[in-house]
């Protein structure tokens, strides 16, 4: 699956952003889409995940409340909605793909085979 990720930009502190991940030459499937984030200097972490046929959510402790990911089957495409937002989400953001498996390694980057680009979300305080 090729993805394609868009949506970031700079916001202030308490703002929102909504991000992006489309599919790009095939329909999502039975497969899992998550977004992963990296800081300058850190290593890439977890955010969010979403199991395409069931909508089922997952979200990283740091995140919960704050940002929502969902489905937009009219444009194949995985949205982060980000309220809230505070400087410590600055960070490059990268959507993923992967087959479904044991939803507790949702959250585990080597399991995701195809990467799209990343965007970058900066939050100024």
């Known amino acids: 699956v090729q993805l394609q990720a868009s949506g970031g930009g700079l916001v202030q502190a308490g703002g929102s952003l909504r991000l992006s991940c489309a599919s790009s030459g095939r329909t999502f499937g039975n497969i899992v889409v998550g977004w992963f984030r990296q800081a300058l200097g850190k290593e890439r972490e977890f955010v969010a995940a979403?199991?395409?046929?069931?909508?089922?959510?997952y979200y990283a402790d740091s995140v919960k409340g704050r940002f929502t990911i969902s489905r937009d089957n009219t444009k194949n495409a995985v949205n982060l909605q980000m309220d809230s937002l505070k400087p410590e989400d600055t960070a490059a953001y990268y959507c993923?793909?992967?087959?479904?498996?044991?939803?507790?390694?949702?959250?585990?980057?080597?399991?995701?085979?195809?990467w799209g680009q990343g965007t970058l979300v900066t939050v100024s305080s």
């Open positions: 979403t199991a395409w046929r069931s909508g089922t959510t």
């Open positions: 993923a793909a992967r087959s479904p498996g044991y939803s507790p390694t949702y959250s585990r980057e080597s399991m995701y085979n195809d």
